[in-house]
């Protein structure tokens, strides 16, 4: 009650306080590398498949990335998996990483000390073959040296968020130029505009949101038009030099007057 002024990442955060605090909240978000985090269309990411086999993808593979930092229905992990059979039957091809920890980092957890990465696999587990499972990658929590090519290396990322707070890796997967369907949820709009820096889907119908994807994994001119718009728009907006920094230096500023 006694604040002069606050900082919000987003204005969808900001919009969560009431009034009077509202008012004193000024939206600047942490910011971006760009550089760092940009297109590499030369990227290469080896798995480690175990008994000494490893998988090289390049972007030549048809790959699938959904990133979360612990794997949970907060962060849309169940409607993803429900999407699966779908994406794999249609898409013989492709691979399916995903990224998280198999604790919980927002929403509670499932009783019985069971996991959810283990409920919703097993949900779908029975409507996809051994085949179609073998193409389906579990990486655990990735460091972040293997995490920026991994989005580099994405042909479609997939994001899904109930309405919270915005993840950094879907800003870092915008600047890294990735084609992007996410959920259409309120934190989302401030990023992505459907059809212009990504798609966006309902966020319990795992049926559009396969939908969409084999879509986009079909038709690499719509994955273009995406992918140089959600860079460009994370450049405006988010880059932390050019952007960001000189915004936050500035709230500094009117502190001090």
Not at 156 to 174: D, G, R
Not at 238 to 254: G, I, S
């Given at each position: 009650?006694?604040?002069?002024?606050?900082?919000?990442?987003?204005?969808?955060?900001?919009?969560?306080?009431?009034?009077?605090?509202?008012?004193?909240?000024?939206?600047?978000?942490?910011?971006?590398?760009?550089?760092?985090?940009?297109?590499?269309?030369?990227?290469?990411?080896?798995?480690?498949?175990?008994?000494?086999?490893?998988?090289?993808?390049?972007?030549?593979?048809?790959?699938?990335?959904?990133?979360?930092?612990?794997?949970?229905?907060?962060?849309?992990?169940?409607?993803?998996?429900?999407?699966?059979?779908?994406?794999?039957?249609?898409?013989?091809?492709a691979r399916v990483l995903i990224v998280g920890g198999d604790d919980v980092s927002y929403g509670a957890r499932p009783e019985h000390g069971r996991k959810w990465k283990d409920i919703f696999a097993s949900e779908v587990r029975p409507k996809i073959s051994d085949e179609?499972?073998?193409?389906?990658?579990?990486?655990?929590?990735?460091?972040?040296?293997?995490?920026?090519?991994?989005?580099?290396?994405?042909?479609?990322?997939?994001?899904?968020?109930?309405?919270?707070?915005?993840?950094?890796?879907?800003?870092?997967?915008?600047?890294?130029?990735?084609?992007?369907?996410?959920?259409?949820?309120?934190?989302?709009?401030?990023?992505?505009?459907?059809?212009e820096t990504g798609k966006l889907v309902n966020f319990f119908d795992h049926a559009q949101l396969a939908h969409e994807v084999c879509n986009l994994l079909a038709d690499p001119i719509a994955r273009q038009h995406l992918s140089q718009n959600a860079r460009k728009f994370?450049?405006?907006?988010?880059?932390?030099?050019?952007?960001?920094?000189?915004?936050?230096?500035?709230?500094?500023?009117?502190?001090?007057?």
């Open positions: 009650e006694v604040a002069d002024a606050g900082i919000s990442p987003t204005h969808w955060q900001a919009s969560t306080f009431p009034e009077p605090f509202r008012s004193k909240i000024t939206v600047v978000h942490d910011g971006i590398d760009t550089q760092a985090v940009a297109p590499n269309p030369q990227v290469q990411l080896t798995l480690n498949q175990g008994q000494n086999q490893n998988l090289t993808l390049t972007k030549a593979d048809e790959v699938i990335t959904f990133v979360n930092r612990n794997l949970e229905p907060y962060r849309g992990y169940h409607v993803f998996m429900r999407s699966l059979p779908e994406l794999l039957r249609k898409r013989p091809k179609d499972w073998g193409r389906v990658h579990f990486l655990g929590n990735v460091p972040y040296q293997h995490f920026i090519p991994l989005l580099q290396l994405s042909t479609v990322h997939v994001y899904l968020t109930y309405p919270f707070v915005l993840s950094w890796s879907l800003l870092e997967a915008m600047s890294a130029g990735c084609a992007i369907v996410a959920s259409d949820t309120q934190p989302l709009h401030e990023a992505i505009k459907d059809g994370a450049q405006e907006h988010y880059d932390l030099k050019a952007v960001c920094l000189p915004q936050q230096l500035a709230w500094v500023e009117t502190l001090t007057e």
